[in-house]
């Protein structure tokens, strides 16, 4: 048996982990986001597969697979659905503005008299018209810079829909193998770690689908009221969106200014512009109180944290990391403060955990793909040791 290494030994190869992985991490530093994104979808399906398997007692495998089959067709098959109407709605949005813009330069072509003041504004529409040609008709030079851009995103889109993939099916074998990397003694301290973050991150989903629910079940409601044709749809699609801090409350306010702008409201005797204006006016009010007052109440109460430190962060998120990390920011801080009370109670010698009056984990509640090992790295072990 080989003697065992010094302290000083350890330090230096535990420093010598540590520096490869700071090495490792760095250069492939382009593959956390996809990574993250693929995570991310595992955790918004992996509630799916829990309750085929926990409650229609579906073979894990056989429910992983179901759900991610699933929801990759629907992903591809909703667009390449979609994509045809929506090109039409684009042609038509594209003459109804130039025609917008035909009356508007019809109207600034005379100088305003405002008393002894003359304000000229002919010269706007034609410089928005250039602006808006040069957008739309892209320059030869950068046909191979949206080729090559377009190639790396589609293979970003593979790494996303692989390791998705794995992680739904295997999650079980990447639970246990990280909790297994913990000495045999701190294992069961790991576990109930694991647990206490994973409360956290479903916590925080059942806020989303309740903010979902709230901005979906308003929105169609003033879409409703003014008269907006499709109203129960494009709150639907509100509140889908809203998923995705900014960007997603931006795509479905266009959306709906632009139905506005083609269809106009089904009682309201306004012209289509000014109904787009409002519909967009009302909404910019509406997500507005989503951003400031409601998410905050609904995340914080959500992961046990004030909703005044929840607005902070994202806002935070937002200007320095993207959408990305503003999505991600709220169950990564608040899985960051269950890490750090571990960490000082043990530091203080106290127990690892609360005591159990504190908080209540019953074992019999718990579904048993989180209490014991998953079944296909029982299966492997006991092969190995037939062998």
């Given amino acids: 048996m080989s003697k065992p290494w010094s302290p000083a030994a350890r330090y230096i190869a535990l420093g010598l982990i540590i520096v490869v992985l700071v090495a490792v991490g760095v250069a492939i530093r382009e593959m956390f986001a996809p990574m993250i994104i693929a995570g991310l ?12 398997h926990v409650r229609l007692h579906m073979n894990h495998k056989v429910a992983s697979r179901l759900v991610y089959f699933v929801s990759l067709a629907l992903f591809f098959a909703v667009p390449g659905t979609l994509l045809p109407v929506l090109s039409r709605e684009v042609q038509t949005v594209a003459r109804d503005l130039m ?23 002919e010269g706007i529409v034609p ?17 191979w810079r949206l080729i090559e851009s377009t190639s790396k995103g589609a293979l970003w889109v593979l790494v996303i829909v692989v390791s998705a993939y794995y992680f739904i099916t295997d999650w079980g074998r990447i639970r246990d193998w990280i909790i297994n990397l913990a000495p ?25 689908l309740t903010l979902m629910s709230i901005v979906a079940v308003v929105f169609s409601l003033i879409w409703s009221i003014i008269g907006l044709p499709g109203a129960l749809l494009l709150g639907l699609l509100g509140g889908i969106f809203s998923l995705v801090p900014d960007v997603g409350p931006f795509a ?13 409201s089904t009682w309201i005797p306004w012209d289509n512009f000014w109904f787009a204006l409002l519909v967009f006016g009302s909404y ?26 929840v607005f902070v962060i994202i806002i935070a998120a937002v200007v320095f990391t993207g959408v990305l990390g503003a999505f991600v920011i709220v169950p990564a801080l608040a899985s960051a403060g269950v890490v750090f009370s571990y960490l000082r109670r043990r530091i203080l010698g106290l127990a690892p955990f609360p005591p159990m009056e504190e908080r209540v984990i ?10 014991e090992p998953d079944d296909s790295v029982k299966n492997d072990c006991e092969g190995e040791e037939l062998e």
């Fill in 362 to 371: 019953k074992v019999g509640s718990l579904p048993k793909t989180d209490l």
């Fill in 41 to 52: 979808v595992a955790y918004l399906l992996y509630p799916v597969v829990e309750f085929l």
């Fill in 127 to 143: 410089n928005l018209r250039e602006s808006l040609s040069g957008f739309m008709t892209p320059l030869p030079e950068d046909a």
């Fill in 184 to 208: 045999e003694d701190h294992r069961l301290d790991m576990r109930r770690l694991y647990l206490e973050i994973k409360e956290v991150w479903m916590g925080f989903l059942r806020g989303q």
């Fill in 99 to 121: 025609t917008t813009l035909d009356h508007a330069e019809t109207l600034l072509s005379s100088p305003i008299e405002l008393g002894q003041f003359i304000i000229h504004l």
């Fill in 252 to 264: 479905a306010a266009f959306l709906a200014t632009i139905v506005a702008l083609l269809e106009g």
């Fill in 284 to 309: 910019v009010v509406l997500i507005n109180l989503k951003n400031i007052w409601l998410r905050p109440r609904i995340y914080g109460h959500s992961v046990h944290m004030h909703e005044g430190l």
